[in-house]
């Protein structure tokens, strides 16, 4: 693709995507191109709050752990 084909195909792109109406498809657009919303701070912040308590509570497991539950799927008794 030339590079005057390449950049007739972004614009032709960029305004299908303007004429979009229905979110789904604007998240489905947003999630392929790698586009996160803003972060909520308040929410990440809990979540890891959230994570270090449990872990604190001995809620984890180790990577031998996991790689010894992974097998057991791949090899079943």
Do not use: C
Not at 28 to 34: E, P, S, T
Request: no cysteine.
């Amino acid at each position: 693709m030339s590079a005057t084909e390449l950049k007739e195909s972004k614009e032709r792109i960029i305004q299908e995507i303007q004429l979009v109406e229905d979110e789904w498809i604007l998240k489905a657009i947003q999630k392929l191109l790698d586009i996160e919303d803003d972060i909520d701070i308040e929410q990440y912040n809990k979540d890891i709050d959230e994570s270090m308590e449990q872990y604190k509570n001995g809620n984890y497991k180790t990577q031998e752990e996991l790689l010894n539950h992974k097998s057991q799927f791949r090899n079943p008794k």
